[in-house]
Antibody, heavy 122, light 105 residues
Framework: QVQLQESGPGLVKPSQTLSLTCTVS??????????WSWIRQPAGKGLEWIGR???????NYNPSLKSRVSISADTSKNQFSLKLNSVTAADTAVYYC??????????????WGQGTLVTVSS | DIQMTQSPSSLSASVGDRVTITCRAS??????LNWYQQKPRKAPKLLIY???TLQSGVPSRFSGSGFGTDFTLTISSLQPEDFATYYC?????????FGLGTKVE
């Protein structure tokens, strides 16, 4: 059973960098036909896809965040990470890490972390 | 970006009711459409992928249909544990986008 767990500061000051790590257990992030993704959800609102990293290390980002976001992976620790620069209050949200299965042209987010609340405030 | 429009935004239903939620894409996404269920303070849970394929372990009262721009999620007989918010998601093109959700209460 794959499990994902987010970790990182729950409070970030405006203009600083939000950094989160997702630790994966029950499966390797460097094998299989999977992407590893970050998704966020402001309180009381819908879901926003942030970006993804493939087992090869290639990345794709939401253009709305592309200039500020970076996703990387550390296969030795079976972790992947999110960095979001120059944060504002609008970046306050619950951040989820997730596994995305891929087969025959279809993608689906089949495993999610429990989510971690990040608040941007001075 | 492909816009996903869900309707209704909320609905009131009773146990045993048949519930239908619709999702419309701003352009054709073929069958690259997923449905998720989210309960308060929990991560979303995958119900349906590829528009109509039931995720393993999901009860058969859930079903999905559609192609192109119009999709539906149907709960054939609503159970107490089904009161939640449901989201559609397109994975046809980057950025992947979600609908705003339908709250079943």
């Amino acid at each position: 059973q794959v499990q994902l767990q987010e970790s990182g500061p729950g409070l970030v000051k405006p203009s600083q960098t939000l950094s989160l790590t997702c630790t994966v257990s029950g499966g390797s992030i460097s094998s299989g036909n999977y992407y590893w993704s970050w998704i966020r959800q402001p309180a009381g609102k819908g879901l926003e896809w942030i970006g993804r990293i493939y087992t090869s290390g290639s990345t794709n980002y939401n253009p709305s965040l592309k200039s500020r976001v970076s996703i990387s992976a550390d296969t030795s620790k079976n972790q992947f990470s999110l960095k979001l620069n120059s944060v504002t209050a609008a970046d306050t949200a619950v951040y989820y890490c997730a596994r995305v299965g891929y087969s025959s042209g279809w993608y689906e987010v089949d495993y999610w972390g429990q989510g971690t609340l990040v608040t941007v405030s001075s | 970006d492909i816009q996903m429009t869900q309707s209704p935004s909320s609905l009131s239903a009773s146990v045993g009711d048949r519930v239908t939620i619709t999702c419309r894409a701003s352009q054709s996404i073929r069958t690259n459409l997923n449905w998720y269920q989210q309960k308060p303070r929990k991560a979303p849970k995958l119900l349906i992928y590829a528009a109509s394929t039931l995720q393993s372990g999901v009860p058969s009262r859930f079903s999905g249909s559609g192609f192109g721009t119009d999709f539906t999620l149907t709960i054939s007989s609503l159970q107490p544990e089904d009161f939640a918010t449901y989201y559609c998601q397109q994975t046809y093109s980057i950025p992947w986008t979600f609908g705003l959700g339908t709250k079943v209460e």
